[in-house]
Each structure stands twice: as C-alpha cells, then as structure tokens.
C-alpha cells in the first residue's frame, strides 16, 4: 500500500450548547464520553474520535455546493439496507431530524439526519470493501 495517510483520527464538529450536545450525541447515537471541558468534549462514534467544539452560532461543518444547496461533509455506514432502515426508523423513534431514504442512482441507499445545531450527516448502506475485510480479520 502506497498511501500515506492510514485513516481519519479525529473529526471536529462545531456545536452551540456544548453539554447538550454531548448529551445529545450519547442518547441519539450511542456515542461514549472520553472527556469533557468548558470548550470541548472528546467522544467516541463509530470507531473515530469526534471532537464537539464550543463554537459560535453561526458555525456549521455544512457547506453550499455550487447549485446552493447545503451539503454534509460526513457520510456514516451501515452494514446492508436493513440496517439502514432500522437506524433510520430508531433516529426517527427518537425525534431526530431524519430525511426520506433515497435512491442516488449509485450501489444502496442514503438518508441524511441533522444533529441539535442543524450540522447535517449522510448515512449509507454499503460498508466499503476495506472495512469488510478489516471486520473478518
């Protein structure tokens, strides 16, 4: 393997209310709480370190694609549409923002949720081939 970077360590997210947020992202999400000061709190989700950072109100990790529409920048995976449903049902079971599963034209299904401060994330249902080796080693 000739890459030099091996994996993404620590995603950082902008967030208003930083203990409402970690609260929020431990109940809707079944993320763990490393750690946890007056500007940030360290939490562990889907094998990756996410760093909540106490921010101003008009942060957002969302951009504007050119057309202007606001995009996620952050595509989580699950293992199989029926795994894609059931989080998507659970997500909408606890009163987070969820949209309608789609097709894209591309291999499976997507839907994006956003979190308290409207930061947006795309869920797929494919798990990429590297990680499905990974999980049988």
Known sequence: MNEKLIRVGTIY???????????WYVAKLGAKINYQDKEKAILELA????????AKEEASANFYAANGTECFSL??????????KTLHKDLKQKAVQVGDIEDRGHTGRNFVFADL???KFDVWSELSPTFK????E
Do not use: C
């Open 13 to 23: 997210l902008p967030v208003r209310h930083l203990e409402e947020a970690a609260l």
């Open 47 to 54: 094998d990756q370190s996410f760093f909540l950072i106490k």
């Open 75 to 84: 595509t989580f995976e699950v293992d199989g549409l029926e795994e894609l």
């Open 117 to 119: 401060d409207g930061n």
């Open 133 to 136: 080796q990974r999980m049988k």
